[in-house]
Nanobody, 124 residues
Framework: QVQLVESGGGLVQAGGSLRLSCAASGRTFSSYAMGWFRQAPGKEREFVAAITWSSSSTFYADLVKGRFTISRDNAKNTVSLQMNSLKPEDTAIYYC?????????????????WGQGTQVTVSS
């Protein structure tokens, strides 16, 4: 069992940066691949980024590639999402998720545990 708690959301102007963090409880955090998803009002939840348990590989949605960076610290049971050059279309609730792996990193159904989300609002 893993509990996930996101933090770091807020209001930022276009072109600015935010760093989201996700704190995980449980001693098996290092066994999970971790992902970030987002959901804008009236839209479906979509993949943003993912990282393997060892940090050996990272994956990004085309819309955020080159602007967002995912990282993790297994010693601290945390995963982070550094978001730079933010755009108004990045406005959404951002969710952290954990996956036991063996499935696509890009799909919601691959993830076993979810956080409650943190709001990111980018003003123009």
């Amino acid at each position: 069992q893993v509990q996930l708690v996101e933090s770091g959301g807020g209001l930022v102007q276009a072109g600015g940066s935010l760093r989201l963090s996700c704190a995980a409880s449980g001693r098996t955090f290092s066994s999970y691949a971790m992902g970030w998803f987002r959901q804008a009002p009236g839209k479906e939840r979509e993949f943003v980024a993912a990282i393997t348990w060892s940090s050996s590989s990272t994956f990004y949605a085309d819309l955020v590639k080159g602007r967002f960076t995912i990282s993790r610290d297994n010693a601290k049971n945390t995963v982070s999402l550094q978001m730079n050059s933010l755009k108004p279309e990045d406005t959404a609730i951002y969710y952290c998720a954990a996956s036991l792996g063996g499935r696509s990193y890009y799909t919601l159904s691959s993830y076993d545990y979810w956080g409650q989300g943190t709001q990111v609002t980018v003003s123009s």
